[in-house]
């Protein structure tokens, strides 16, 4: 596993002094990131070779809240890649390795030029040690939209949305789903302790988003569209037992 040290910050807290589901999700994508940089197969080389790894799924079990101050340390690894596809999961814990975060992601190998998914290779894949797949339940990529939806104003696009890929980066997706979270990252008085994403398709610099809301018993999903109603991507913010 891969792993990193560090302190919750005071930029990453909501009003209530602890990490916020986004800030929990830039912590993770950091995560791959730094330990792909280290490994020499980071950012620069991947332009290099026009290749990137695009997230198309998460999964996100949050165990424990994390307070402004808390030491956590943030792990990562990788636990499968078939075809164009590589499995990895992450953790967050405390320092005497209690678990506060389990996650699960999908990412898609894809060739920048031609953008198109392209089959991983050994040579792509094998400077990442494998390691077994945590225990957590998995619920797969796919999220089922429910019910009538109620469309909410757009979300314009702008340039603090856009990251090195040139296109609007993982976390902002939650970001703007939250808006939508009536009481505080709470769902009819029960804490949401679980986020899902499904990346359809990318947004970019000065596009238009045009999110439409479903709201059960137990889940806030947003289903964030382009005009034409197709999703760049699905968020589902739930409680589980």
């Known amino acids: 596993m891969y792993s ?3 302190k919750v910050r005071y930029s990453e807290v909501d009003r209530h002094g602890k990490l916020s589901i986004p800030a929990v999700v830039n912590y993770l994508q950091d995560c791959s990131t730094f330990q792909s940089e280290a490994l020499g197969v980071g950012i620069e080389h991947l332009k290099k070779v026009h290749r990137a790894w695009l997230l198309t799924s998460w999964q996100i079990d949050l165990l424990e809240d994390m307070h402004i101050g808390e030491d956590i340390k943030v792990g990562t690894w990788s636990y499968s890649a078939k075809g164009v596809y590589g ?31 392209v089959k991983v290779t050994p040579e792509d894949i094998d400077v990442y040690e494998r390691e ?28 603090y949305h856009i990251d090195t890929n040139g296109h609007v980066n993982n976390s902002w997706y939650v970001w703007f789903a939250m808006e939508f979270v009536p ?30 809301v ?17 999703p760049y991507a699905i968020v589902q913010l739930s409680v589980y037992e």
Not at 144 to 159: A, F, M, S, T
Not at 215 to 230: C, H, P, R
Request: aromatic content about 10%; proline content about 4%; cysteine-free.
């Open 4 to 6: 990193f040290q560090d």
């Open 87 to 117: 499995y990895r999961n992450f953790v967050i814990r405390t320092l005497e390795d209690r678990p506060l975060v389990n996650a699960d992601s999908l990412w898609v190998f894809v060739d920048t030029e031609s953008g198109k998914p």
């Open 132 to 159: 077994e797949k945590i225990d957590m339940e998995y619920l797969g990529r796919k999220i089922k939209v429910q019910g009538e939806g109620v469309e909410k104003d757009p979300v314009y696009i702008k340039k």
């Open 214 to 230: 479903y709201e059960q018993e137990d889940a806030i999903t947003v289903s964030l569209n382009d005009e034409q109603g197709s």
């Open 183 to 212: 009481d505080d990252e709470m769902i009819h008085g029960r804490k949401i302790n679980r986020l899902r994403v499904e990346y359809k398709k990318s947004a970019m610099y000065r596009d238009i988003i045009y999110p439409v």
